[in-house]
């Protein structure tokens, strides 16, 4: 009997109060949960890290979970039960997921049905995990808001991190112009190897001059913007006559001239995962399960921990030195 009542409990990180990335609990004794209808249960091998993830911890975001909850959004595991009226999948398929209801820091997650995709074998399940919001969120700041176009520039401001390096594979399969930037030599040689034509370092005093130096009097078609609030006011002197910059990211507020708008009839344009639609969320699913396909979707995974160190990672990704890849947990 005692062995029947432990095999249904796992491993999950916990949040009980919202605060810095001492409230991230993990626990040994979390109820697995169980699938609804158009649910299915995952047995987690791999979950990504977000920023994204440490602001809703903290408490300043725009939604906030019930407490207590489980974070984590970004699965890759393998199928271990299904619900009701799921057809796509069965115990033991390989997946990866855009969202779960339970939450990912855990040993098992449940998710819905359309919220999970098949995990192709050419990646493993670490990759998996670095699919979701990376990708799905360059997806929509490319294409769903930003209408990229084959021939443009795009300009990839943090593009040694997650959603900068899936921007960077993406752009440069649909036939942009890619520049990048990165923190250390290492991150811009990851961004170069990922598609990139150009990088620079943001960390030089005069690396503005540069791009703007390199992209002439045009200026740069679409930015895509992780640190709004550091980086704004610059990039709008960086554009393009009808140029437009993508807000992925912002830690706080900046104050900018909206004249430098008027000049290039510039747009400044805000992208959120979590308003697309379910088409929308089909369409970029579509592409990206083609790129896995055709070999130009490859997620760099970053630094990896154990669940046991979930309180580190989050300090990580707010205060590393320079991304270099997805960041992961591994249960």
């Not at 919202?18 to 987690?44: A, H």
């Not at 033991?92 to 999970?116: C, L, Q, W």
């Not at 896995?292 to 630094?303: C, F, Q, Y």
């Amino acid at each position: 009997i005692a062995m029947a009542a432990t095999r249904n409990v796992m491993r999950a990180v916990r949040v009980f109060e919202f605060g810095g990335p001492e409230v991230l609990k993990l626990q040994s004794d979390v109820l697995i949960p169980v699938p609804k209808e158009n649910q299915v249960l995952i047995q987690v091998h791999a979950c990504g890290v977000n920023p994204v993830e440490t602001y809703i911890r903290s408490g300043n975001y725009a939604r906030k979970p019930a407490l207590p909850y489980t974070p984590g959004s970004d699965v890759a595991g393998v199928i271990e039960c299904v619900g009701e009226h799921v057809t796509a999948f069965k115990k033991g398929d390989r997946v990866f997921t855009t969202g779960t209801i339970s939450g990912g820091y855990a040993d098992y997650a449940v998710a819905a049905a359309n919220r999970v995709f098949p995990l192709l074998d050419k990646l493993d399940f670490r990759q998996g995990a670095a699919i979701g919001i990376p990708y799905f969120t360059a997806y929509r700041a490319l294409f769903q808001k930003g209408r990229a176009k084959a021939g443009e520039s795009v300009l990839v401001h943090g593009a040694s991190g997650g959603v900068g390096i899936a921007t960077c594979q993406i752009a440069r399969a649909c036939g942009l112009k890619v520049l990048g930037t990165a923190g250390t030599e290492e991150g811009m040689n990851i961004v170069l190897r990922n598609g990139a034509h150009q990088a620079f370092n943001h960390r030089e005093a005069n690396y503005i001059d540069k791009i703007k130096e390199h992209t002439g009097m045009e200026g740069v078609d679409i930015i895509i913007e992780m640190l709004s609030n550091v980086n704004l006011a610059t990039d709008l002197q960086l554009l393009s006559y009808g140029g437009r910059v993508m807000v992925v990211g912002s830690r706080g507020p900046i104050e900018i001239n909206p004249r430098d708008t008027m000049s290039k009839e510039s747009s400044i344009i805000g992208v959120s995962l979590f308003l697309e639609t379910e088409e929308e969320r089909h369409e970029c699913a579509t592409a990206l399960l083609d790129g896995i396909e055709a070999g130009w979707l490859k997620p760099i995974v970053g630094s990896e921990y154990p669940l046991e160190k979930v309180v580190k990672a989050h300090e990580d990704i707010i205060h590393s030195s320079g991304a270099r890849g997805k960041m992961v947990l591994l249960p």
